[in-house]
């Protein structure tokens, strides 16, 4: 007969067995499955420069999958490549919000997230994964789930210096793309935003969304599941069957 001791030692090893082969698999296929959802598709061209102080460049995109926002990229040069580091006020993620009292256009809502002081690189995808790039600390986490609309924007503090880089663009037909434009007066503002095709016309800005969708659980992962689940039950069943034939023992023992 086993020992009780012996067999909640096995159970024991196997249960710890099955959440580890669970946890690396789960892990495993989170940090290979991040989705790129991109503002266009197809090479991007000539930079939008900021004109003005504190605008803010702001594109919807759309998640195609339950999961959490984790990183965001930003297409930033100038016709040379040769532009100066440039530190940014801010990116921000946002909700998005109807516009009040007119057609059914969504403007940029309630901020969800926002990246302090990121630095443009010229000529390169500039990638965020901090809500501090400076430290890296906080990482960046925006829960979505599929269908859902946001905005990614940029906002720069000032016009930039020769060679004046920007925020490429590329053609995304029927995307909103919105300007928020400090010294804007009424007309063709949309309560505090312009539609870009009004200012530049309907090129998209290049920014992208990395996002991270909910897993779901593998072949592997789930008999990690079940074996631990058998483990569990198989251990039960031996320890009161043990129970039992140390019962009968004691009652023959008392017999004689």
Same mark, same amino acid.
């Not at 009292?101 to 926002?114: C, E, H, K, N, Q």
């Not at 906080?138 to 906002?155: K, M, N, R, T, W």
């Not at 009652?251 to 004689?256: C, E, K, N, P, T």
């Given at each position: 007969?086993?020992?009780?001791? @012996?067999?909640?030692?096995? =159970?024991? !090893?196997? #249960?710890?067995?099955?959440?580890?082969?669970?946890?690396?698999?789960? @892990?495993?296929?989170? &940090? @290979?499955?991040?989705?790129?959802?991109?503002?266009?598709?197809?090479?991007?061209?000539?930079?939008?420069? %900021?004109?003005? @102080?504190?605008? +803010?460049?702001?594109?919807?995109?759309?998640? $195609? *999958?339950?999961?959490?926002?984790?990183?965001?990229?930003? #297409?930033?040069?100038?016709?040379?490549?040769?532009?100066? %580091?440039?530190?940014?006020?801010?990116?921000?993620?946002?909700?998005?919000?109807?516009?009040?009292?007119?057609?059914?256009?969504?403007?940029?809502?309630?901020?969800?997230?926002?990246?302090?002081? $990121?630095?443009?690189?010229?000529?390169? =995808?500039?990638?965020?994964?901090? &809500?501090?790039?400076?430290?890296?600390?906080? %990482?960046?986490?925006?829960?979505?789930?599929?269908?859902?609309?946001?905005?990614?924007?940029?906002? /720069?503090?000032?016009?930039?210096?020769? %060679?004046?880089?920007?925020?490429?663009?590329?053609n995304s037909p029927g #995307?909103?793309?919105?300007?928020?434009?400090?010294?804007?007066? $009424?007309?063709? !503002?949309?309560?505090?935003?312009?539609?870009?095709?009004?200012?530049?016309?309907?090129?998209?800005?290049?920014?992208?969304?990395?996002?991270?969708? *909910?897993?779901? $659980? /593998? /072949?592997?992962?789930? #008999?990690?599941?079940? &074996?631990?689940?058998?483990t569990a039950v198989a251990? +039960?069943? +031996?320890?009161?069957?043990?129970?039992?034939?140390?019962g009968r023992a004691g009652?023959?023992?008392?017999?004689?």
């Open positions: 007969m086993a020992h009780p001791v @012996a067999l909640r030692a096995c =159970a024991h !090893s196997l #249960l710890l067995l099955a959440g580890f082969v669970t946890s690396a698999v789960l @892990a495993q296929a989170s &940090l @290979a499955s991040e989705i790129v959802v991109r503002s266009f598709e197809g090479p991007p061209n000539s930079p939008f420069v %900021p004109f003005e @102080a504190d605008m +803010r460049m702001a594109t919807r995109m759309t998640s $195609p *999958v339950d999961g959490t926002i984790v990183g965001v990229q930003l #297409l930033w040069g100038s016709g040379f490549g040769t532009a100066a %580091p440039a530190q940014q006020t801010a990116i921000r993620i946002s909700d998005t919000v109807p516009l009040s009292g007119g057609p059914s256009i969504l403007l940029p809502g309630a901020v969800l997230a926002t990246i302090d002081a $990121p630095v443009l690189i010229d000529g390169g =995808a500039n990638e965020f994964r901090f &809500l501090d790039p400076g430290t890296n600390l906080i %990482p960046l986490s925006v829960p979505v789930s599929a269908g859902q609309h946001f905005f990614v924007d940029l906002e /720069s503090p000032e016009p930039p210096d020769a %060679p004046f880089p920007g925020l490429l663009r590329g #995307l909103q793309n919105f300007m928020a434009i400090p010294s804007a007066r $009424p007309g063709p !503002s949309l309560d505090g935003w312009w539609d870009t095709i009004a200012v530049h016309g309907p090129p998209a800005y290049a920014m992208r969304a990395i996002i991270e969708p *909910v897993p779901e $659980p /593998s /072949s592997v992962a789930l #008999l990690g599941v079940g &074996l631990a689940a058998l251990y +039960r069943r +031996r320890r009161n069957a043990a129970v039992d034939e140390e009652i023959a023992m008392r017999r004689h």
